[in-house]
């Protein structure tokens, strides 16, 4: 198969057509070269406050609730592109309205060609999200079968911690989708390392889709900086490096690579180094702790 990651830049809108013109675009391309599965990053949603005009979409909590107030527009214009693509879309993550918590949480929902294939919620939020959008973590964790494949979503945080996806990898998962959001160079490094990390660890593809550029008139969004990649690990038959692509860096536009599942049931059985198989091994080293 072959996966492509968006290096993504939010737009000022005018209207609704205007963002149906450029996801339908973007998807378009994305399927014209060959991809099966499209990623767009962390919060990409957050254009859609601008279609409440520059006071709301520069106010953190109007935007939030603006974005919310399209979200069965926007699950019908994904499912009707990835229907007529014949593709797979993990779309923008963005603020929605979950059953049982007050306040939005951060959903990236995945669709396929017959429709949505379901959702997951961000489960560790950062001190931004915390502190200042008070966004609510997620309370469950996913892998989604398809005709793809078993795949599991970090969005961008979540991809620092390796419990998590360790977790999906228990439960089958071959590809693991990292939507980002960062808005410094740091905050890029943060994620694309916990990406490749958990490559390494899981014997798997990581796909990290990130925000790019600038938009000083989307709260919280403001700055963007970042580079659509894919990774595997470093192992037999992988680059040497672990990076299966890269773009440029905070240049918009897709980045593509061709996946291979018998590549990954490989090395977990008989890579170089076994770091699936051995993972429980570190459990009964630690003992008591570090200090006995």
């Given at each position: 198969?072959?996966i492509?990651a ?29 991809a ?22 520069g106010?953190?909590?109007?935007a ?74 997620g ?12 795949i ?26 990292a ?18 990390a ?17 938009a000083?008139w ?11 990649a ?8 992988w ?19 061709e ?34």
């Amino acid at each position: 198969m072959k996966i492509a990651a968006a290096a993504y830049p939010l737009d000022f809108l005018s209207d609704w057509d205007a963002y149906a013109a450029k996801l339908s675009d973007w998807v378009a391309r994305g399927a014209a070269e060959g991809a099966d599965l499209l990623v767009f990053p962390e919060y990409g949603a957050m254009e859609l406050g601008s279609l409440g005009g520059a006071g709301v979409s520069g106010d953190l909590e109007a935007a939030l609730y603006e974005v919310i107030r399209h979200t069965d527009r926007v699950i019908s214009l994904h499912a009707e592109l990835a229907a007529h693509h014949r593709v797979h879309i993990l779309g923008a993550s963005g603020p929605a309205s979950a059953d049982g918590i007050a306040r939005p949480v951060n959903r990236a929902v995945l669709y396929g060609p017959e429709g949505v294939i379901g959702h997951q919620d961000k489960l560790i939020m950062t001190r931004f999200e915390r502190e200042e959008w008070d966004i609510a973590p997620g309370h469950r964790l996913r892998v989604f079968d398809t005709a793809l494949g078993r795949i599991g979503i970090l969005i961008c945080y979540d991809a620092e911690f390796p419990l998590l996806a360790r977790a999906m990898v228990e439960a089958g998962a071959e590809i693991l989708l990292a939507p980002s959001c960062t808005e410094t160079t740091a905050g890029y490094t943060r994620v694309r390392v916990g990406a490749m990390a958990r490559a390494l660890e899981g014997q798997c593809v990581s796909v990290h889709a990130p925000l790019v550029g600038d938009a000083p008139w989307c709260a919280g969004c403001e700055e963007n900086h970042g580079a659509a990649a894919l990774y595997g690990p470093p192992d037999a038959g992988w680059p040497e490096n672990g990076v299966l692509a890269q773009g440029a860096f905070d240049a918009p536009g897709w980045v593509m690579a061709e996946i291979s599942r018998d590549q990954i049931a490989r090395t977990r059985a008989d890579g170089v180094v076994l770091g699936v198989q051995h993972w429980p091994e570190q459990l009964a080293r630690i003992g008591r702790g570090a200090g006995d």
